[in-house]
């Protein structure tokens, strides 16, 4: 999981908090990930958008916290 935080997540993407799971999402792609599982879950990004918008560096210490790192 650490491996995937290092990436680089382009500009377009924003992170978000659905019922305590960090995703993150692209509209322009129509593409959205569930951070919650390992691997992350692909999911339908209208389900992100209700939740509550989060920078980057709140969704990594939300992945990490979820994944015990």
């Known amino acids: ?14 992170f978000y908090l659905v019922d305590g799971r960090p995703c993150v999402v692209w509209t322009d792609l129509d593409l959205a990930y569930d951070y919650s599982v ?13 939740g509550e918008k989060i920078d980057f560096e709140t969704f990594k210490t939300q ?7």
């Open 1 to 14: 999981m650490e491996e995937r935080l290092a990436r680089d997540f382009n500009s377009d993407a924003d």
């Open 38 to 50: 390992a691997p992350p879950k692909e999911i339908h990004p209208f389900i992100v958008i209700g």
């Open 63 to 69: 992945v990490r916290r979820i994944h015990g790192l």
